[in-house]
């Protein structure tokens, strides 16, 4: 007998229920997109980077960058036969070819391992540098570098400006789109050597390690923390595997799920107390009028 009534506590239910599955089911591929993410870089890639991630004095650390040119030649002495190493430093510089101009870019200075390592990163066209080109000033674009200084032309053998310094295009990487809302087509990848003379870097950002088999990533993320442990302290360095790294994510996200979930609870708690109340309403509202038809 009361269409508006029913109708808004009908919308008040299903507002509840569609709060929880919707923000539940946003945690949910957030972290199956994030483990997909990572799992591209590899299952037998190991990463060092600076600072202990499992504390946060140590994420503080991260920003001193103690990480160094010997530690990687030492890493790279160990594993001989066990893994494939590769330096990386990273810094945001412009590009310039003629009149065009592409900012905020991130140059990598790396060695010729790097697309070993690093096994999503494949040319698309051209070659990625040599070790025999590690001291010449070459580089290697992304897709969307293409797009902004070429026009998607072919950009093979042109010279661009990488910060001051002139660089001859040897290669493009495929296609790799974005990751955590980073455009990874964006970058462009440079010896290390040359871009550390270039920058006046001393510190390196990151050691990529690819073990030659998932069974040796145990082996070699052990051996890799000994060798470090002769000259860092355990909080200024951190070894993490793709394996690590999805755990961590999944605490991050699941912790994101449930905080999610709980709003939605308090969303659908909201919606039943007001059921409840049209319910009460409805009845005390005919109280009077039962003790009438009573009498």
Do not use: C, H
Not at 250 to 275: E, F, K, P, W
């Amino acid at each position: 007998a009361n269409n508006l009534r029913s109708s808004l506590t009908t919308l008040g239910i299903s507002i509840g229920v569609f709060s929880i599955i919707v923000l539940v089911s946003i945690g949910t591929g957030l972290q199956s997109y994030i483990n997909k993410q990572i799992a591209a870089f590899g299952p037998n890639l190991i990463d060092v980077i600076p600072g202990n991630m499992s504390s946060m004095e140590g994420m503080a650390g991260s920003m001193t960058e103690k990480l160094t040119m010997q530690d990687a030649k030492a890493l790279k002495q160990k594993f001989v036969n066990t893994a494939k190493v590769a330096k990386k430093i990273q810094q945001m510089v412009t590009l310039k070819y003629k009149n065009m101009v592409n900012k905020n870019v991130f140059v990598i200075g790396t060695t010729a391992e790097y697309p070993f390592v690093a096994q999503n990163t494949k040319i698309d066209k051209g070659l990625f540098f040599t070790r025999g080109q590690e001291s010449s000033k070459v580089v290697v674009i992304g897709p969307t570098v293409v797009k902004k200084l070429f026009n998607d032309k072919n950009p093979i053998g042109k010279r661009i400006f990488v910060g001051e310094s002139t660089y001859t295009v040897i290669g493009v990487t495929q296609k790799l789109g974005s990751m955590l809302g980073m455009d990874m087509d964006n970058w462009v990848y440079v010896p290390i050597e040359v871009i550390r003379q270039q920058l006046g870097a001393i510190t390196i950002r990151e050691i990529a390690i690819a073990a030659n088999s998932k069974e040796l990533v145990p082996l070699v993320r052990d051996q890799t923390r000994q060798v470090l442990l002769k000259r860092l302290d355990k909080d200024e360095f951190s070894v993490e595997t793709s394996e690590s790294i999805s755990a961590t994510i999944s605490n991050i996200t699941n912790m994101l799920s449930l905080a999610l979930g709980g709003i939605a609870a308090i969303s659908l708690l909201v919606g039943g107390i007001g059921v409840a109340n049209i319910m009460l309403v409805s009845v005390t509202e005919r109280t009077r009028e039962i003790g009438i038809r009573k009498a």
